[in-house]
């Protein structure tokens, strides 16, 4: 916000600027879903829904080799999806997975580093907050950007997936029998969490709701499961607690998206965007180059921006240029979310590491080391 103000006043144009892109994000019409998709990722995460899934997962494939790692991912990735914010995640379940892998005789830096990479994990399957904000930002039809996501989040969970199975093997670690009844009793316990992403994904691609619509379906959803159903929460004690969290959270996205907006609309009254395009046209021939450029370009950048706000000011940078080479929009932000995704366990600014390290309450050093081969 600093930087934008100090370049808006240096070129004598009114500061009034900022306000102004503030307000045009304000009146977007897709950002409702933002908050509501995350106060339905609080719901989940404040009653034992994490529990319950956990049970689901280990008993479909506990009996893996590595099982229990296989497991932390696919809870993990489910939770950030919803949650929109990979910190959530490891906060409401870090604790329970550690204590599972722990258990099972995992190695505890192993486990560490798991927990702290699959905190990011869901953030390509819908109806993640960064999918969501990207399709603001760069004016493409977020149902779209949903199903963009899929292949690849599944690619990424599968690699997870294969690094923990090799963990198990190694380490000969304990695994748990395949019980058909222990499936269909999991199952039946975490039916109305396990049918939440249906509801989203039939609402939005049924036809039957707008991306805000199904937002405020889920709300519902999760909250009358959560206070009614399973009664983990109660209406009066918890649901003014889970509110007010959520809205702290919401509101601090909300402010650093705002004042980024300011300093993205400075690049574009600058011409950044063009002058960058004239550069690469120039300097670069191949579109695949372009898009190794584009990758190391964006990790560094995921060092040392959070993803909201990068978003918000990189985007319009880099999508004239994608653009001038072919590069399919989703394609593009595919790859941009990938490489924000990484950026969450990188140093110097990866969120992820700082709420490990918090969390557990291990050096950032342990933690850093504990997610390199992730």
């Known amino acids: 916000g600093g930087t934008a103000l100090l370049f808006f006043l240096r070129d004598a144009v009114p500061i009034a600027a900022v306000p102004a892109e503030t307000y045009r994000l304000a009146v977007s019409p897709t950002l409702a ?140 670690v304990q695994r748990h029998p395949f019980r058909v009844a222990e499936v269909f009793a999991a199952v039946n316990e975490a039916k109305w969490e396990l049918l939440l992403p249906l509801v989203v994904l039939v609402a939005i691609f049924g036809g039957f709701a707008t991306i805000v619509e199904a937002s405020a379906l889920t709300v519902l959803y999760s909250f009358v499961v959560q206070c009614f159903v399973t009664k983990d929460l109660s209406v009066r004690r918890d649901v003014p607690r889970v509110l007010s969290q959520s809205v702290v959270l919401v509101g601090g996205v909300i402010v650093v998206l705002g004042v980024a907006m300011g300093l993205s609309s400075y690049m574009v009254d600058a011409q950044v965007p063009a002058r960058l395009v004239e550069w690469t046209q120039a300097h670069v021939h191949s579109p695949l180059v372009f898009l190794l450029g584009l990758n190391a370009f964006l990790l560094v950048v995921g060092c040392l921006m959070d993803i909201f706000s990068a978003i918000v000011v990189v985007v319009p940078l880099i999508a004239p240029a994608a653009q001038r080479y072919g590069v399919d929009p989703y394609h593009l932000g595919v790859i941009f979310l990938v490489n924000l995704e990484i950026g969450y366990m990188t140093p110097p600014v990866g969120l992820n590491l700082f709420i490990s390290s918090f969390k557990f309450g291990k050096p950032m050093t342990e933690v850093y080391r504990s997610v390199l081969p992730f």
């Open 33 to 172: 879903a933002i908050p509501l998709f995350t106060l339905t990722g609080f719901f989940l995460s404040e009653g034992h829904a994490s529990k319950r899934l956990l049970r689901v997962f280990r008993a479909l494939f506990g009996w893996l080799p590595g099982g229990t790692a296989v497991v932390t991912g696919v809870v993990c990735a489910f939770f950030t999806a919803f949650t929109g914010g990979s910190g959530i995640t490891i906060l409401a379940l870090g604790m329970l997975l550690l204590q599972a892998l722990r258990h099972e005789g995992y190695r505890d830096e192993f486990s560490l580093g798991l927990i702290t990479a699959c905190g990011s994990l869901g953030l390509l399957f819908p109806p993640s907050l960064p999918l969501i904000l990207y399709g603001v930002v760069a004016t493409i039809p977020i149902e779209d950007l949903f199903l963009g996501g899929i292949l690849p989040g599944f690619l990424l969970l599968g690699m997870v997936a294969a690094y923990g199975i090799r963990e198990g093997v190694v380490h000969r």
